[in-house]
């Protein structure tokens, strides 16, 4: 059963071979959902590595290592954090019913609020990306940053948080992680984050914000998702994911 999550939890958080799990429950999704921020952890070393190695090429090329960094973690993605971004906000753009505004999601296109959506996101996770390279701490930023944005997950679904609809992702995780385990998973990120900060000599309290924020946000989306679609989905996942990383690098930068 934890190869099976471990194999989740890369098959469905990135584009990364995990092999396909033999089962998949509730009780694998739910470990799945825990391990989320190890495989952000993962994620955000090779984006790591990609914006140290143009900085040092480039020294005076912040921009660009920044947009690479931003655009590796949303490859290794696979871009399905995006898509579901996109999908919930042209679902809460619609004003809809809870019924039409689940049928907006499971369409495959992408209207103006969800280009809106993911334009917007990335503009500021390659700004706040590039203020961070210019005072010292690029790839600390990215790793901290999509660690933590993955942190989102275990909250978003704890044991409050029911499913949205039957079938798909959400129906897999949704109420599985109770909020003990989500806490013990918080204070793991938090003393690894606050450990990055440290030795790479990065502003401690800035990644400490970082993670309360990026908790903060799993609340905010869940608690929207629960009263506009009465639960969560896999692209409310997606969308939690992807507003945590922004929000993350903003109080790394500003930190």
Same mark, same amino acid.
């Given at each position: 059963?934890?190869?099976?999550?471990?194999?989740?939890?890369?098959?469905?958080?990135? &584009?990364?071979?995990?092999?396909?799990?033999?089962?998949?429950?509730?009780?694998? #999704?739910? /470990?799945?959902?825990?391990?989320?921020?190890? &495989? #952000?952890?993962?994620? +955000?070393?090779?984006?790591?590595? &990609? !914006?140290?190695?143009?900085?040092?090429?480039?020294?005076?090329?912040?921009?660009?290592?920044?947009?690479?960094?931003?655009?590796?973690?949303?490859?290794?993605? +696979?871009?399905?954090? $995006?898509?579901?971004?996109?999908?919930?906000?042209?679902?809460?753009?619609? /004003?809809?019913?809870? %019924?039409?505004?689940?049928?907006?999601?499971?369409?495959?296109?992408?209207?103006?609020?969800?280009?809106?959506?993911?334009?917007?996101?990335?503009?500021?996770?390659?700004?706040?990306?590039?203020?961070?390279?210019?005072? #010292?701490?690029? *790839?600390?930023?990215?790793?901290?940053?999509?660690?933590?944005? /993955? $942190?989102?997950?275990? *909250?978003?679904?704890?044991?409050?948080?029911?499913?949205?609809?039957?079938? +798909?992702?959400?129906?897999?995780?949704? =109420?599985?992680?109770?909020?003990?385990?989500?806490?013990?998973?918080?204070?793991?990120?938090?003393?690894?984050?606050?450990?990055?900060? *440290? $030795?790479?000599?990065?502003? !401690?309290?800035?990644?400490?914000?970082?993670? $309360?924020?990026?908790?903060?946000?799993?609340?905010?989306?869940? /608690?929207?998702?629960?009263?506009?679609? +009465?639960?969560?989905?896999?692209?409310?996942?997606?969308?939690?994911? %992807?507003?945590?990383?922004?929000?993350?690098?903003?109080?790394? =930068?500003?930190?």
């Amino acid at each position: 059963m934890k190869l099976d999550s471990v194999r989740l939890a890369l098959g469905t958080l990135t &584009v990364l071979p995990a092999g396909v799990p033999t089962r998949v429950d509730r009780e694998v #999704g739910k /470990r799945a959902m825990v391990l989320a921020p190890a &495989v #952000g952890l993962l994620v +955000g070393g090779l984006a790591a590595a &990609v !914006v140290a190695v143009v900085h040092l090429i480039r020294p005076d090329a912040d921009l660009l290592a920044a947009a690479l960094g931003v655009l590796v973690v949303a490859g290794l993605s +696979g871009g399905l954090h $995006l898509d579901g971004m996109a999908d919930f906000a042209d679902a809460l753009a619609s /004003r809809r019913d809870r %019924e039409t505004m689940l049928r907006i999601m499971k369409q495959s296109d992408i209207g103006p609020f969800g280009v809106v959506a993911i334009v917007g996101v990335l503009i500021l996770d390659v700004a706040a990306l590039t203020a961070c390279l210019q005072s #010292g701490r690029g *790839w600390q930023a990215i790793l901290i940053a999509t660690t933590v944005s /993955r $942190l989102t997950l275990p *909250w978003s679904c704890r044991t409050s948080v029911p499913a949205a609809r039957p079938g +798909g992702l959400g129906s897999y995780v949704a =109420a599985t992680v109770r909020p003990i385990t989500a806490t013990f998973v918080s204070v793991v990120v938090l003393a690894v984050v606050l450990v990055l900060s *440290w $030795l790479s000599s990065a502003h !401690v309290i800035g990644a400490a914000a970082a993670v $309360l924020l990026a908790v903060a946000v799993a609340f905010v989306v869940s /608690r929207r998702a629960r009263t506009a679609l +009465g639960g969560t989905t896999g692209d409310v996942l997606g969308a939690t994911v %992807e507003l945590a990383l922004p929000v993350a690098l903003l109080a790394l =930068a500003l930190g």
